[in-house]
């Protein structure tokens, strides 16, 4: 391993020179962790996950990482997460699909206990029936619990998401934990171009006293005393103290927009901000999308997209501007639920405008011709449907 | 730092509030404590919300007096009657999800030997049976198969006191509680068996009917772990509320259960054993 100097955040993933490789999801995920001064890593298997976890073990066994273990399930390592971040550590785990619904109680209580670190979210079908192919229905679960969410178009976005995951997660005015998700085997298994900042630099260890709640060390005075503890009682105190958390943790959760917009540009990309069709999309999803929108404009239609890159928060005063006079809103995802289609409906104030779909799922590819039955439905164009013989 | 962040900055002992300021003056913070003192100093857990005559309640004041370095020691409980008294204690205290200490454990643990590699701070879970053999047995057999250096008490009722009286797995066989209508199907866990088994380098089966005993079983388990690997100590803590046991009676049924299947047993690996034997040794000297 190269001796790795500390730089600022904001040189290693905005200002250092970067060099063009073409490696996969999963190796995406371990060079972002090799730059991020990862202290601990807590691993439990699952496909399309595993590989990333295998990676980053490599890293730990050549001294990127101070500790790695394989924990006994899900539960437990994110158990042992939310442990390792209370003791002060910088801590990155990652689980697909049927794992993280296992991890979840785990996972929904690290806002409330103000854990900040990073988690990646490799999507696979939730069972039965059993698959372990890409469908992204998991994310729905944790759009409501206080997480930042962050959905990967490619490895690229891996890359950068999940680096920058680290200090947006560590700010003091944010403190909580960052999903990274990105679809298993369509970004994890695949290889794509990465620019990747040189290895030799890696980002400033954590610093637990730089919190709002500070760390379980016994470093710190005043010893913690707990008299009272008032939130495990039913009374109006208890009921109010509750309250008040859940309203910080959202409020921290909107004071992470401007981290996101500085550490990556923003909250969405925008594609053809004149259009009058528009793609709404998160994730792989968004990649069909560009797709959709770059045959379009071969075929001379205006159509533009908007690729969600943030969930939580969500850009909602963003969409609201780009879509004010856009005339269809295509909404094209990887699961049968369409939480995105929702999620953009209830933040235009026309949401009639609209269209469910097209939608893939149990881990089925969305092709850009099914975008593309969309786009000529919003502009009128009646196509014949070919038939191949 | 340890004991540096327990002390009152100058100047503000007369802006502290008094049970603070009582707790560093005439409390256990720096001190070696005799349990038998209890009552002559300002204890780390006063009062708590627990039924009146709990010996859960009792146990857990012992435990405290117990501490071998309370100023760098960190708690964790669970879902289930001991938290309300553990989350009132002057020392830090982690509450997560039902089951998960041992797991939560084993991630702090480890933080803090990354950032601390030279500093003793001890880590240790007091849940009940139902969080430690239950719900969170995966998790505690597997911090103990994976030798993570902390101290799992559990203070056993033998049912689910905190949710009101239902079956655990600690249950004795046979006896009628709440969603065991008929009556329990399977025997008591063997968990002292079990700890050992699955690498625990010290293991102790206790009622409390000895203070002096529990206090130097506790501080054993806590010194074992910081150098070799899990503790567990099994301690009986009847529920005078589901088993209807009059408060009167409550050390009675204690000594019973004592001579029948909770008999005092301790045991540990050679190499615990000749480390405690040293510092008990030095401590006698120091004493003499
Ligand atoms: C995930 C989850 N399941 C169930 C519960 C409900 N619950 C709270 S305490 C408890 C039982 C506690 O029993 P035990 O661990 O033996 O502790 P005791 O109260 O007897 O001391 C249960 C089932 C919970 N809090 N969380
Ligand atoms: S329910 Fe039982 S164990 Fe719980 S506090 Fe009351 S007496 Fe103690
Ligand atoms: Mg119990």
Redesign the interface.
């Known amino acids: 391993m190269p001796e790795q100097k500390v730089v600022e955040p904001e040189h290693l993933l905005l200002e250092a020179p970067r060099e063009r490789k073409f490696i996969t999801g999963s190796q995406a995920f371990a060079e972002a962790v090799k730059r991020a001064n990862v202290?601990?890593a807590?691993a439990y298997p699952i496909t399309p996950q595993s590989e990333t976890m295998h990676l980053v073990g490599d890293l730990y066994a050549q001294g990127y990482l101070?500790?790695y273990?394989r924990?006994?399930?899900e539960?437990?390592?994110m158990?042992?997460?939310?442990?390792?971040?209370?003791?002060?550590?910088r801590?990155f785990t990652a689980t697909s699909g049927p794992g993280l619904l296992r991890g979840l109680?785990?996972i929904v209580?690290w806002p409330g206990?103000r854990i900040p670190a990073v988690l990646g979210v490799m999507t696979r079908v939730v069972n039965a029936p059993l698959s372990i192919q890409p469908d992204n229905v998991e994310l729905a679960y944790l759009l409501h619990s206080g997480l930042i969410v962050l959905h990967a178009e490619n490895q690229q976005d891996v890359f950068d998401f999940t680096l920058a995951g680290f200090p947006i997660s560590e700010k003091v005015d944010v403190y909580l934990p960052v999903v990274v998700a990105t679809e298993g085997f369509f970004v994890t298994h695949a290889k794509g171009y990465v620019e990747l900042p040189p290895e030799d630099m890696k980002l400033p260890p954590r610093d637990p006293y730089k919190a709002p709640v500070p760390p379980?060390?016994?470093?710190?005075?005043?010893?913690?005393?707990?008299?009272?503890?008032p939130v495990?009682?039913s009374n109006f105190m208890s009921y109010l103290i509750h309250a008040v958390w859940q309203q910080e943790i959202w409020a921290a959760n909107e004071r992470s927009r401007k981290w996101i917009k500085h550490f990556l540009g923003g909250l969405v990309e925008v594609v053809n901000p004149d259009a009058e069709v528009f793609i709404v999309a998160s994730g792989c999803a968004a990649a069909q999308g560009r797709e959709a929108q770059r045959y379009a404009e071969l075929e001379g239609l205006n159509v533009g997209l908007v690729k969600v890159k943030s969930l939580r928060p969500f850009p909602t005063q963003e969409l609201r501007d780009t879509l004010k006079n856009a005339k269809a809103v295509i909404v094209p995802e990887h699961n049968i639920v369409g939480w995105l289609a929702k999620e953009v409906k209830a933040a235009i104030p026309n949401s009639g405008i609209v269209v469910d779909g097209p939608r893939v799922y149990g881990g089925m590819t969305l092709p850009v011709e099914l975008i593309m039955e969309e786009i000529y439905k919003a502009f009128g164009i009646k196509k014949e449907k070919k038939t191949l013989v | 730092m340890g004991l540096e962040y327990v002390k009152i900055s100058p100047g503000f002992e007369k802006y502290m509030p008094r049970d603070y300021v009582d707790l560093v003056e005439f409390g256990q913070f720096g001190k070696e404590i005799d349990v038998m003192q209890m009552g002559q100093f300002k204890e780390l857990v006063e009062e708590h919300p627990m039924c009146a005559g709990c010996y859960m309640a009792y146990f857990i004041r012992v435990f405290y007096t117990a501490l071998p370095k309370p100023e760098d020691t960190i708690v964790l409980g669970t879902a289930g009657c001991a938290r309300l008294a553990l989350s009132q204690a002057a020392v830090p205290f982690i509450y997560g999800n039902y089951g998960d200490t041992n797991a939560v454990a084993s991630g702090l643990k480890r933080a803090l030997s990354i950032r601390f590699p030279d500093k003793e701070k001890d880590v240790v879970v007091i849940a009940g049976d139902g969080g430690l053999m239950d719900i969170g047995f995966g998790m505690t057999m597997h911090s103990w198969f994976r030798r993570e250096k902390f101290t799992t008490i559990m203070v056993d009722n033998e049912v689910y006191g905190n949710t009101g009286g239902q079956e655990s797995g600690m249950s004795p066989k046979g006896i009628q509680l709440k969603m065991a209508p008929t009556g329990k199907k399977f025997d008591k866990i063997n968990a002292v068996e079990l700890a050992q088994t699955a690498g625990c380098v010290y293991v102790a089966r206790i009622s409390p009917t000895n203070p002096k005993r529990i206090a130097k079983v506790i501080r054993r388990a806590i010194l074992a772990a910081r150098k070799f690997g899990p503790t567990f100590i099994h301690a009986y803590t009847s529920c005078n509320i589901e088993y209807s046991i009059p408060t009167r009676e409550v050390l009675a049924d204690a000594r019973q259960r004592e001579k029948k299947d909770f008999k005092f047993y301790e045991w540990m690996t050679d190499e615990v054993k000749e480390y405690l034997n040293e510092i008990e040794k030095k401590a006698k000297e120091v004493k003499s």
């Open positions: 202290d601990i807590i101070k500790d273990y924990a006994e399930e539960y437990g390592a158990s042992a997460i939310a442990g390792a971040v209370r003791g002060g550590v801590a109680e785990a209580s206990h379980t060390d016994c470093e710190i005075p005043p010893a913690r005393i707990q008299r009272d503890a495990q009682k």
